[in-house]
C-alpha cells in the first residue's frame, strides 16, 4: 500500500509518492491553466483562490473541525453547500494536474492552487506547507453555515473570521482578495467586479471602498452597491469594513501601502491555509 493510501486509510489505488515530491512542477501545471480567453476575465486565478478559501474557512478553532485538511469539498453535501456554487469549475480544473501528479493530495493541491494563483497574479509570496490528506468520504464535512453570509455586516465577519481565530486587521488584510475576480449570478445571486483589473493581485479592492462612492443598487437580485459607472460593486459585508470604526482605518492603510497590505494578507492567507493541519502552526 502506498503511503498516502495508509494515512488517508482507505484501500485504492496503490500510489507510490516519490522519494521528493516536486511541488515546483505541480505550481507550473498549475500556472499553466491559469489564462484562458473566453472565461470570465481570461482567468482561472480568481476562482481557485475561492476554492482555496472555502475550502479552508469551514474551520472551527474549539472543535478543531473543518479546514483545508481533508479536503471534504469534493464531497456531498459540502460541494452542494449554497457557498460553494460554482466552485466544482475550479475543482473540475484541477483534475488533470491531480491525475499527473498522483501522489499530491486533494487537501495540499486546492490550497497550493490557491497560492500559485495570488503569485501569478502578481501577488505576494505565500509561505505554504503541504502535509494535508485526504478524507475518505463525507463523514468530517463541515456543517453548512460556516463560511460568510455576504448580506450581513460586521458582527457576522467578526463572528464567523473569529471562530476561525482572526483579529480585526487579519480580517480586514483577508477581505482584500476581492481585488480578484467578480460575482456571478448564477452562483451567489450577486454580480460584478470589484475592481477594474481582477485578474491582477493589489491594493485595488481598499481604493476602490475608500475613493469611490458606492450607492445601492436598483434591481430585483440581493442587496449589492455600485458605483457611478454601474460597472463596479460592492457586498453589504464589504462595505461594512468601511462602516465599522475598527475596520475602516485598516482600510484607509491598506488604500495608502500596498506594500503593509502585501506582508499583511500573505501571513493572514497562510495562516487561513494552516488551520487544523497537522504540524502546522495554527
Ligand atoms: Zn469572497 N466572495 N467573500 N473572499 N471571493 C465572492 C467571490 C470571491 C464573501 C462572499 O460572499 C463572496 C473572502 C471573503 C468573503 C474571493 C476570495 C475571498 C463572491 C461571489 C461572494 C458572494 C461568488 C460568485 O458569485 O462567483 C464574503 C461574505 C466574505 C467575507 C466576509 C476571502 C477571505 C477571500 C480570500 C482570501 C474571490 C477570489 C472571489 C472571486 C471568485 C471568482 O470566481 O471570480
Request: hydrophobic share 40%.
Amino acid at each position: 500500500t502506498g503511503l498516502l493510501d495508509s494515512l488517508s486509510g482507505s484501500p485504492g489505488p496503490v500510489i507510490t509518492a516519490p522519494a521528493k515530491p516536486d511541488y515546483g512542477a505541480v505550481r507550473k501545471a498549475i500556472e499553466d491553466v491559469l489564462d484562458v480567453d473566453g472565461y470570465d476575465d481570461g482567468s482561472y486565478g480568481p476562482v481557485l483562490v475561492r476554492l482555496a478559501w472555502h475550502s479552508a474557512g469551514t474551520y472551527d478553532k474549539a472543535s478543531g473541525t473543518g479546514g483545508s485538511n481533508g479536503a471534504t469539498m469534493r464531497f456531498a453535501p459540502e460541494s452542494e453547500h449554497g457557498a460553494n456554487a460554482g466552485l466544482a469549475v475550479a475543482r473540475n480544473l484541477l483534475e488533470p494536474i491531480k491525475a499527473k501528479f498522483p501522489w499530491i493530495t486533494y487537501a495540499d493541491l486546492y490550497t497550493l492552487a490557491g497560492v500559485t494563483a495570488i503569485e501569478a497574479m502578481g501577488g505576494p509570496t505565500i509561505p505554504w506547507a503541504p502535509g494535508r490528506s485526504d478524507a475518505p468520504d463525507s463523514t468530517a464535512c463541515p456543517p453548512d453555515g460556516r463560511l460568510p453570509d455576504a448580506s450581513l455586516g460586521a458582527a457576522h465577519i467578526r463572528e464567523i473570521f473569529g471562530r476561525m481565530g482572526f483579529n480585526d486587521r487579519e480580517i480586514v488584510a483577508l477581505s482584500g482578495a476581492h481585488t480578484l475576480g467578480r460575482c456571478h449570478a448564477d452562483r451567489s445571486g450577486f454580480l460584478g467586479p470589484w475592481t477594474n483589473a481582477p485578474t491582477t493581485f493589489s491594493n485595488l479592492y481598499f481604493q476602490e471602498l475608500v475613493n469611490n462612492k458606492w450607492r445601492k443598487k436598483r434591481w430585483s437580485g440581493p442587496v449589492q452597491y455600485e458605483d457611478k459607472s454601474g460597472e463596479l460593486m460592492m457586498l453589504p459585508t464589504d462595505m461594512a469594513l468601511i462602516w465599522d470604526r475598527k475596520f475602516k482605518p485598516v482600510v484607509d492603510e491598506y488604500a495608502k501601502d500596498e506594500e503593509t497590505f502585501f506582508k499583511d494578507f500573505a501571513a493572514a492567507f497562510s495562516k487561513l491555509l494552516a488551520l487544523g493541519v497537522p504540524g502546522q502552526a495554527a
